[in-house]
């Protein structure tokens, strides 16, 4: 179940609701899926929002709202659309992937 202000089934929320905007994430401080970190930040009594650390790459945490598969977060960071059903994703979150996943450290 994805949480938060969601608009339709394919997990879009009223922050983010392009064709394009297809995914939900599973949120480390609660073990949630919502659709954008501001769904998960406007539930009332809701608590601080934790990033994935950047060792959990490998945790199962984002859902595509397409097939409803869900990704490891390093498989959907490398993506440019869901590997199971081939739908696009958005191009223009990885601008804020740092407001869900810490950034790797730098080689």
Known sequence: M????VVDSLTRCVH???ELDIVAIRFPCCDAFYPC????????????????PAADRD???VLCGACR???RID????????PH????????????EELYFEPLPAP
Do not use: I, M
């Open 2 to 5: 994805v949480l938060g202000a």
């Open 16 to 18: 983010y609701r392009t």
């Open 37 to 52: 970190r501001w769904c998960h930040d406007e539930v009332p009594g809701q608590h601080p929002t934790r990033t994935w």
């Open 59 to 61: 945790e199962a945490a």
């Open 69 to 71: 598969r869900t990704l």
């Open 75 to 82: 498989e959907y960071t490398a993506a440019e659309s869901c």
């Open 85 to 96: 059903c081939t739908a696009p994703f958005n191009p223009r979150c990885k601008l804020h």
